[in-house]
């Protein structure tokens, strides 16, 4: 069952050039995924009564063809699969002449809003979603967690700390899914930045950012990708790892 919902680009998506930056994307995706959820029972305005949330722990996008200011773009979703307490997502978002710009991979913890934990997807939850598991923009791409190269994020790397701020909290009080883009884009190189935007992200999420925490932000370069890794600051938990390339 495929979502679809029209959008028209704005000033404050604007990044380098004129173009959409994948700031913009991202929200674009989110919200896209959100409203479609809505629609079928199981989103954020129902959460008191279903007592079912989503979490994002994975991002995979691909920028195809970068979309200018004053575009009014189609933003597609569905579900890929929904097995036991993850489910998988994909997305295309096409311009006005039908071409696709950007696809895109997600993966999702079903969540017990009220156990605060994870939970079993139930039947009727999987039928009212109806997965399309043939339908993939990855083809073979399971979104498996990568490992982190410890070896590239020695002392000698550039590493800076971030606490997490007010505004930065979403309506579950953790550092919101977006702003992940934003700290790692303060932490590049300046002539790395510079020659940005990247067409290809990646973001795996791995243990919230609260209100206060401050975490360290490591930055390394890996064969022309650019690798951050936020982690807290004794070490022993790694929060996300971020790739632009």
């Not at 489910?87 to 017990?112: H, M, N, P, Q, Y």
């Not at 934990?117 to 009727?124: E, F, I, L, N, Q």
């Not at 795996?204 to 925490?213: A, M, N, P, Q, R």
């Amino acid at each position: 069952m495929v979502y679809s919902e029209k959008i028209k680009t704005s000033v404050r998506d604007i990044e380098m050039g004129g173009r959409i930056g994948n700031r913009a994307i991202l929200e674009y995706l989110e919200n896209a995924a959100s409203r479609h959820a809505d629609s079928l029972g199981y989103g954020i305005n129902a959460i008191r009564e279903t007592h079912v949330g989503w979490v994002l722990v994975d991002w995979k996008v691909r920028v195809l063809k970068r979309m200018t200011y004053g575009q009014e773009l189609t933003v597609r979703t569905w579900s890929r699969s929904i097995v036991r307490y993850l489910g998988l997502r994909d997305f295309e978002i096409l311009d006005e002449s039908g071409e696709v710009c950007v696809t895109a991979s997600s993966k999702w913890l079903l969540i017990d809003t009220e156990k605060k934990s994870v939970m079993k997807a139930d039947d009727a939850l999987q039928e009212r979603f109806g997965s399309e598991p043939e339908r993939c923009v990855f083809p073979g791409d399971k979104l498996e967690k990568p490992a982190v190269l410890e070896e590239l994020f020695g002392d000698s790397c550039l590493c800076r700390q971030y606490t997490a701020l007010r505004r930065d909290m979403d309506f579950m009080g953790h550092l919101h899914n977006t702003y992940y883009l934003d700290i790692a884009h303060e932490l590049l190189p300046g002539e790395v930045y510079e020659k940005r935007l990247f067409d290809n992200t990646r973001i795996v999420y791995s243990k919230e950012i609260k209100l206060g925490d401050t975490v360290n932000c490591k930055y390394a370069c890996d064969g022309g990708r650019h690798i951050i890794l936020l982690q807290s600051t004794d070490g022993e938990t790694n929060h996300a790892l971020i790739e632009l390339y």
